[in-house]
């Protein structure tokens, strides 16, 4: 996804991640996350980055590659995170990891809906004030009656 040059292959390559990990987590015996993360980042976010690509109109720039000069630097971080999840592989004792814990759906959606509730709408507010700034930015100056 991010290798690669036009942008909007990089957004259906993103939403490809997006659907493959949501299938990781069906698979892990998570269907209510799978499903969260179709209807929140396959669905809503997707569509809100395709939108502001569209809107910015940047959809047609074919840029170079701008990581020519990193990929040493790129390098080295790689290693160290496949060394430190190497280490933490190992020093783990998974003996413990066959415990199941349950919850309830209706105890998480209690709780999704009365302590959680401030974090979405603040979250619902942040994706507003999003949309409402790449349009603003996408705006051409010659489309405002003010401008005149």
């Known amino acids: 996804m991010v290798t690669l040059r036009n942008i909007i292959h990089s957004a259906v390559a993103m939403m490809v991640c997006f659907g ?9 015996g998570a269907p209510i996350v799978a499903a969260a993360q179709v209807l929140i980042y ?13 809107l910015t109109q940047a959809g047609d720039a074919n840029l170079p590659s701008p990581f020519h000069r ?27 990891a066959t415990v199941v814990v349950g919850i309830a759906l209706d105890a998480m959606a209690e709780a999704l809906f009365t302590d959680y509730a401030l974090p979405f709408e603040i979250l619902s507010l942040l994706l507003l004030a999003a949309i409402i700034g790449a349009i603003y930015l996408a705006r051409r100056p010659e489309d405002d009656e003010r401008a005149n």
């Open 70 to 96: 990193q990929v040493w630097a790129a390098a080295l971080v790689a290693l160290v995170v496949v060394g430190l999840i190497g280490w933490a592989v190992t020093a783990t004792d998974w003996g413990n």
């Open 20 to 28: 493959s990990l949501a299938g990781m987590y069906a698979l892990l």
């Open 42 to 54: 396959l669905g809503a976010i997707s569509v809100l980055i395709l939108f502001a690509i569209m």
